[in-house]
């Protein structure tokens, strides 16, 4: 972050009526927005305005406040170095999108690339709008809804989904996501995925706010049971990107909280400690039998399974990317290549895949907006600054194994959040007027 820059002394109005609330709406229907627009595809058809109302809302809101504050703009761009560098990101991939090819799925795919990094810049923008302790609440009680309608669905008939717009299992099409997902094909356990179209979506929605419960100052009854309530929803998810990232974001809580965990385990008594250690050792030796169905997805041995075609296509991406270091074009890695119904390879890595769509020089920007932006949230103070960077190192390695920043409901709600709290670490010395513009 460069502090050498003054802000400005003065900005024009901000909305803090209507702008506030389309981005409340935006937060709390957006992990419902994969049901909704898949239901109302029963009634209206794949309809383009419906599916994009996110995107749409978030660049109407954006507009809003850079035509009635540009200065605060020009500010976050002189003192970011991580906004710095998203502007050249983003202008890259519109060079590389008008360059390309002139296609529904080349212009979906600089959608996909983008819109995250619109809500972080909206988050920037209109952190004096929604308070973080506020939208903090409001994450934590969507994910107990979400969770709550998980179970719900877990215990419905198997075919209800189908009825309202979901494909049957095993299929799984662009805006009609699969009704039922199963651990592996020798392993049918159905894995919870509430409102969100995969499981894997919902497990890593829900890592932010189990991090926002996890690293509370004060622990009460509830926020225990918060903490169990999400923690076991993650795990119902059977998503292996999620397990991962739960557990770096375990590994960093221990670390930083090292010695008051140490002064607990003191504490307990000799049986209690004897009693976790042997309750471990059972249920590693009970998971043993299935170990390679659960966290591989596959039978041992099975060359077709889930996590073996993963690892053939990781090879075969990286060879196109030597072979291309310029880039196949956007929509051609990624689901936004399926809007035009062809069958698209998608690029499970995310790295891997902005390196097909963008070459070597986009993934190379996009990695510096993560090295810069993990620079400013180590600026930050209190319990914020340890959610955000355990939950950023969480879904950035999770991104090694899917496209979670492809995921619009992960991506848009992190980065917004992210946004909203380094606004206000950027921007704290710019007085704002709160006036109604719209």
Not at 45 to 58: C, D, F, P, R
Not at 83 to 100: E, R
Not at 335 to 364: D, M, P, T
Request: some cysteine; hydrophobic content about 50%.
């Amino acid at each position: 972050m460069n502090q050498n820059s003054t802000p400005p002394k003065a900005i024009s109005p901000i909305n803090k009526g209507y702008t506030r609330k389309a981005l409340l709406l935006l937060l709390c229907l957006l992990p419902f927005s994969p049901f909704l627009i898949t239901f109302l595809g029963t009634f209206v058809g794949q309809n383009i305005i419906i599916n994009s109302w996110k995107e749409i809302l978030l660049f109407i809101v954006f507009m809003v406040l850079c035509l009635k504050s540009p200065k605060t703009f020009i500010h976050l761009a002189r003192r970011s170095r991580a906004v710095q560098i998203i502007i050249a990101y983003v202008l890259f991939l519109g060079v590389v999108l008008f360059m390309g090819r002139k296609d529904l799925a080349s212009g979906a795919g600089f959608v996909f690339a983008v819109r995250f990094l619109l809500a972080f810049m909206v988050g920037l923008m209109a952190w004096k709008l929604i308070a973080v302790a506020d939208t903090t609440k409001k994450l934590i009680y969507i994910a107990i809804i979400i969770c709550l309608i998980g179970f719900v669905v877990l215990l419905l008939p198997n075919q209800l989904l189908t009825h309202v717009g979901y494909d049957a299992p095993g299929m799984d099409t662009l805006n009609n996501p699969a009704s039922i997902h199963y651990v592996s094909e020798g392993l049918n356990i159905e894995r919870m995925m509430s409102t969100f179209k995969s499981p894997n979506s919902l497990g890593l929605y829900l890592l932010l706010p189990l991090a926002l419960v996890l690293f509370a100052k004060k622990k009460s009854s509830l926020t225990r049971a918060l903490l169990a309530l999400f923690t076991f929803s993650v795990i119902s998810t059977f998503s292996r990107s999620a397990f991962i990232g739960l557990l770096f974001i375990a590994v960093y809580y221990t670390v930083e909280q090292r010695s008051v965990l140490l002064v607990r385990i003191k504490k307990l008594s000799v049986r209690s400690r004897l009693a976790v250690v042997v309750s471990s050792l059972l249920l590693l030796v009970a998971l043993v039998p299935v170990s390679s169905r659960l966290l591989f997805h596959q039978e041992s041995g099975n060359d077709n399974g889930s996590t073996s075609v993963r690892i053939t296509q990781y090879q075969k991406d990286i060879k196109n990317i030597v072979a291309h270091p310029s880039g196949n074009g956007l929509g051609t890695a990624s689901l936004a290549g399926r809007v035009n119904g062809k069958g698209v390879v998608v690029s499970e890595n995310y790295y891997l895949q902005i390196g097909r769509e963008s070459g070597i020089i986009g993934l190379v920007l996009f990695l510096g907006i993560l090295i810069y932006l993990y620079k400013d949230l180590k600026t930050l103070n209190g319990t914020t600054r340890s959610v955000l960077i355990a939950s950023f190192f969480a879904l950035s390695i999770a991104s090694l194994f899917i496209p979670v920043w492809a995921d619009e409901v992960v991506a848009i709600t992190w980065w917004l959040f992210a946004g909203l709290v380094l606004g206000k670490q950027l921007g704290a010395s710019v007085s704002t007027n709160t006036e109604e513009v719209l």
